[in-house]
């Protein structure tokens, strides 16, 4: 596997259903994805309840979050691996080298992009329906998950803005990780092993692997949206 | 637009990503068999030994060995924050003081094989007929040769910088190239820049990139790459697994464990040699 094309790599990569292989994509998902779900759960109504509510460092908030969104992997790894290492806080836990610790790590990552993309959605909606919501005498706590629900499809963009950084990423698992054979490994880390290896076809093929897993999640994500469209009319 | 039944579907999806959530990090709570984690170097790593050791010592107790590989100072610096049960690294003077310093309690010789010097196959410096290692090192200063260096203070680097020591010459001009970088990517970047670099044999058996790079200079009693592995100190870090990593420490060094070594082969080729 040495030489060679790294796009028939990928498609015997993909084809033989290498049980390795798919190992690493299945943990990648579930990493990633679990981040995202936990980031979605606290970052939407986070960011929601930042557009409406006024409060004293309100201005301060949403600069801090939208630079957030540039947080380097790599600072986010360091500080979940000080706080999970056992000489840390939480050590106790026993959870560095852990999936669990990936997951903590990326939520870290994600979070503040689906919270800042979600206030100035919410924000804006915000402006579009504020007389209509309170003549009908909905408080701003109320209209949280009502503007949430309307600005969905909106929303689901920062989800998926989320997703992407967080399949993406390597500085972060790798730390906090390990990149441990079967236990940690996920496509990013793959990656750098085989490149620092010198195995780039085989790399890059990995690289495919992953692009074409991610185009999947946004697929599917784009056409369950669009047939909720549709539904609604 | 804004109706009513959304407050209910927003529950529901709620309710949805609630559940997705707990599942999936349910999935990834489950744990397996009793395990250990093996603090050790990216030479050991990325040849593939692990790969064709660890299954025979799992299969034969039960324990699971899962390696993080790192430069072999940071490797010292999980296990001294008690994040690694076991230690496999390459620097003596370092595994000594780790003992000295009160972290471990036991050292033992697991394998050696030896550093190599590797270069541009036009070799500029005129290393490849060098008296000695330190007779190479010299003429690539004195040819201001590229010279790539780890700079992570792994274990290479640390003998990278005993041997410029020993041969008189104070590196950093602009020649010499600190990449702050594992074993691979440095042969990954002197390869592009064809410069010269000191490997050891393992990393360079397994590596695939290698463009204009040929083993230029070996052989020499100060190139000996000697690997340890640390039984680390039980009262220091309680939680730590001992006992499994007591099992693993010994294995290491049994005859069983020697063999097992001393077969792992790249192209034919011996990697490790056990003592």
């Given amino acids: 596997m040495a030489a060679g094309n790294p796009f028939a790599i990928a498609l015997e990569l993909i084809l033989e259903r290498d049980p390795v292989l798919l190992g690493i994509v299945g943990l990648s998902l579930q990493v990633s994805l679990t981040a995202v779900a936990i980031a979605a759960l606290l970052g939407l109504p986070l960011g929601a309840a930042i557009a409406l509510f006024r409060f004293p460092g309100r201005g301060i908030a949403v600069a801090g979050l939208n630079a957030l969104m540039g947080l380097p992997p790599v600072v986010a790894g360091l500080m979940v691996y000080l706080l999970l290492s056992r000489a840390g806080p939480l050590g106790s836990w026993g959870l560095l080298f852990t999936p669990t610790a990936m997951v903590i790590a990326q939520t870290l990552l994600v979070l503040p992009i689906i919270a800042a993309l979600s206030r100035q959605v919410v924000e804006d909606l915000w402006e579009e329906y504020r007389e209509q919501l309170q003549s009908l005498g909905s408080s701003r706590l109320r209209a949280i998950p009502t503007l949430l629900w309307d600005a969905r499809f909106s929303l689901v963009t920062g989800v998926l803005a989320g997703f992407g950084r967080a399949s993406a990423e390597v500085g972060a698992v790798l730390i906090v990780g390990g990149n441990i054979d ?42 369950i949206g669009e047939q909720a469209k549709r539904r609604l009319g | 637009m804004l109706k009513n039944p959304g407050r209910s579907r927003f529950r529901r999806t709620l309710g949805c990503l609630v559940l997705a959530a707990g599942l999936l990090s349910a999935t990834i709570a489950l744990a397996g068999k009793p395990h250990i984690t093996l603090a050790s170097t990216t030479s050991t ?43 496999l690294v390459h620097d003596t003077t370092g595994e000594k003081r780790f003992i000295e310093d009160g972290y471990g309690i036991e050292r033992r010789e697991v394998m050696y094989n030896d550093f190599v010097i590797i270069g541009p196959s036009g070799d500029p410096a005129g290393i490849a007929d060098a008296e000695s290692a330190i007779d190479a090192m010299q003429r690539i200063a004195e040819a201001e040769a590229a010279f790539a260096s780890r700079g992570d203070d792994s274990g290479t680097h640390r003998a990278e910088l005993r041997l410029w020591q020993e041969a008189g010459v104070e590196p950093g001009s602009r020649w010499y190239r600190e990449l702050g970088s594992g074993m691979g990517a440095t042969l990954n970047t002197a390869a592009a820049m064809d410069a010269y670099l000191l490997s050891d044999r ?42 499994l990593a007591g099992k693993w420490h010994d294995w290491l060094v049994s005859e069983v464990g020697q063999t097992a070594i001393s077969e792992y082969r790249i192209d034919g080729e011996q990697v490790f040699l056990p003592y």
């Fill in chain 1, 182 to 223: 079967g236990v940690t490994r996920v496509m990013t880390t793959a990656i750098a092993l085989e490149t620092s290896r010198g195995d780039l076809p085989l790399a890059l093929a990995l690289g495919i692997v992953l692009l074409l897993l991610v185009m999947l999640v946004n697929a599917t994500a784009y056409l």
């Fill in chain 2, 45 to 87: 790593e990325q040849s593939g030994l692990f790969h064709h050791i660890i299954p025979t010592f799992t299969e034969a107790t039960g324990i699971e060995v899962r390696v993080v590989a790192v430069g072999t100072g940071q490797a010292f610096a999980m296990a001294r924050a008690g994040d690694a049960d076991a230690l």
């Fill in chain 2, 202 to 243: 393992a990393s360079w058996l397994g590596f695939r990139n290698r463009q204009e790079l040929v083993l230029l200079f070996e052989g020499d009693e100060v190139l000996f790459n000697a690997y340890g592995s640390v039984l680390i100190d039980p009262e220091r870090h309680p939680h730590l697994k001992h006992d």
